[in-house]
């Protein structure tokens, strides 16, 4: 299975400023995915990474606030902008690793953020 | 839209009883559904899925879910429960026709007292 690290695990920022948040994965996988999952919620799909082109947002988040890049098969960042205390929350990437099987999405261990 | 919905927040089960976490589905199509874990100050894990097949699965972990589609249900079950278990568990099935994106439920919080 896909072995996926997130940096940095946590992090504490004021507001107004920028985090990037980095997504490293042991295999080339095609697709790759950002996750947030704010305090005591479930986790809601921000966008997905696509390699050599733009990510794709999906409802409520815009490419402003969340910028992806994607610059190879391995890795992305997913960056929050302009931070405010309703950003804190736990941001997971995701993999889905075709080389073990289909219908099977792998996690990173999640970036914990707080935002004073 | 697809969705699924856990109606429990939280679960308390004795050790060594059985534990049952509810889930149910709304989905168009023939549904496909996934359980993950979630240990504290950690990712989420992949515990099963349902495809297609029997409607009982076998996960990781001594875990299990029945697939009961007159009612809409995917209910995650183990017949012995370990304190090791306590966790956060989650529901979840496809967003739309592919399976990368998922939609989760908003969790259950598995309490496995000694």
């Known amino acids: 299975s896909a072995v996926i690290s997130q940096k940095p695990s946590r992090d504490i920022c004021q507001r107004g400023t920028s985090l990037t948040i980095q997504c490293q994965v042991d295999?080339?996988?095609?697709?790759m995915f950002w996750y947030r999952q704010q305090p005591g919620q479930s986790l809601t799909l921000i966008a997905t990474a696509n390699q050599g082109s733009e990510a794709t947002y999906e409802s409520g988040f815009v490419i402003d606030k969340f910028p992806i890049s994607r610059p190879n098969l391995t890795f992305s960042t997913l960056t929050v902008s302009n931070m405010s205390p309703e950003d804190s929350s736990i941001y997971l990437c995701?993999?889905?690793?075709?080389?073990?099987?289909?219908?099977?999405?792998?996690f990173g261990p999640g970036t914990r953020l707080t935002v004073l | 839209a697809q969705s699924v919905a856990q109606p429990e927040d939280q679960v308390n089960v004795a050790e060594g009883n059985p534990l049952t976490v509810k889930c149910t589905y709304s989905?168009?199509?023939?549904?496909?559904l996934f359980w993950y874990v979630q240990y504290p100050n950690r990712g989420l894990q992949f515990l099963l899925k349902y495809i297609t097949g029997d409607n009982l699965v076998k996960g990781s972990y001594g875990f299990e879910a029945e697939f009961n589609k007159s009612q809409t249900s995917f209910h995650l079950k183990k017949p012995s429960a370990l304190v090791s278990d306590s966790a956060l568990y989650f529901c979840?099935?496809?967003?739309?026709?592919?399976?990368?994106?998922?939609?989760f439920g908003t969790g259950t919080r598995l309490l496995v007292s000694p």
């Open positions: 989905v168009s199509g023939n549904p496909y």
């Open positions: 295999s080339q996988v095609t697709m």
């Open positions: 979840a099935a496809p967003m739309n026709t592919g399976f990368q994106k998922l939609v």
């Open positions: 995701s993999v889905e690793d075709r080389g073990v099987e289909d219908n099977e999405q792998f």
